[in-house]
């Protein structure tokens, strides 16, 4: 040691030492330590510990914070991803028309099972009669007066013979209840199948 001092003679105590290393005492009331501790080296040397006790702690309590924001982060985008998928799935709406016939006239085949489709979707995507021919294709969703609640189209597709077609939906702010879904391929007359909106 360099300046040893076994007796520890003018040592300050070891809660004046925690105080300074921990910089919970005043630079004021520190300052009359400063100069023991530089001539001193058990107070220097039990002064380096508690400086290192210090960092090792802080450091501990910083990386704890930072995996907890992690893990909230984590979290909170797995919540996200759940949500903006479930919102995905329930806006894309799916009707299924490969076991119905085709009909050749506005009006649907009378006894036909309905189908069925909720109103708050974004897209629709349609599997067409068996044996319907690829290209542009017109939907349309239809009152019993006539009238139109939705009016949209795009290309059909076929993929292991099955043919789709996938259209952009609007939000339909009609009362549940019985409609027609309407499609033709220009220039065809409209096939219409029964429809309930829920």
Wanted: charged fraction near 20%.
């Amino acid at each position: 040691m360099e300046f040893p001092n076994p007796e520890r003679t003018g040592c300050p105590g070891s809660d004046v030492l925690k105080r300074i290393a921990s910089k919970r005492m005043p630079l004021a009331e520190a300052e009359k330590w400063l100069n023991h501790l530089g001539s001193c080296s058990p107070c220097y040397k039990d002064f380096s510990e508690l400086r290192k006790g210090r960092e090792v702690q802080r450091n501990r309590t910083l990386l704890a914070i930072a995996a907890s924001i992690l893990v909230a982060v984590g979290i909170a985008s797995w919540v996200f991803v759940q949500r903006h998928n479930e919102t995905l799935v329930a806006q894309t709406a799916v009707l299924d028309l490969r076991s119905h016939s085709v009909s050749r006239s506005p009006e649907p085949n009378p006894g036909e099972q309905p189908l069925e489709l909720r109103r708050g979707f974004s897209q629709l995507n349609i599997y067409l009669p068996l044996g319907s021919p690829e290209g542009p294709y017109e939907v349309r969703i239809v009152t019993a007066s006539g009238d139109s609640l939705l009016n949209t189209g795009g290309p059909a597709r076929l993929n292991d013979g099955v043919t789709s077609l996938r259209v952009r939906g609007d939000v339909i702010f009609a009362r549940p209840g019985p409609y027609s879904l309407q499609i033709r391929k220009p220039p065809s007359e409209w096939s219409s199948y029964p429809l309930v909106l829920r």
